[in-house]
């Protein structure tokens, strides 16, 4: 388990929350979310209210983790610390765009 990655809050990092390496590969990544979805479910906790919160919780931590190391794009902005899941999807975050404003500037002064 590796606790390398972005930051999603100062939590735990989402590779942490899945229990793989960050070199994990995506049939790694569905098969460890797959196991976690199903021990942490909430309608499997429904029964004990003790834990029915914890369960939700968890599960929702999961999800997150899931549906950001399962999309390369998002993956990749998380592994270089700049993947906020707060931000919109169809929005470029401005450390991206500051990052391609100062590229651009400089390709264009070596070409």
Not at 3 to 14: E, Q, W
Not at 58 to 65: K, L, N, P
Not at 95 to 104: D, E, G, L, V, Y
Request: glycine fraction near 10%.
């Amino acid at each position: 388990m590796d606790g390398g990655g972005g930051s999603n809050g100062g939590s735990l990092s989402y590779y942490a929350i899945l229990g793989i390496r960050k070199d994990a590969s995506f049939s790694d990544i569905r098969s460890a979310y797959h196991k976690l979805a199903m021990k942490w479910h909430p309608d499997r906790s429904a029964k004990n209210p003790g834990v029915a919160g914890e369960a939700k919780r968890r599960f929702q931590q999961i999800q997150e983790a899931y549906s950001v190391l399962s999309d390369e794009n998002k993956r990749s902005m998380y592994d270089a610390g700049l993947y906020d899941p707060l931000e919109e999807e169809d929005e470029v975050p401005p450390k991206i765009s500051s990052f391609c404003a100062i590229t651009a500037s400089y390709c264009m002064i070596r070409i």
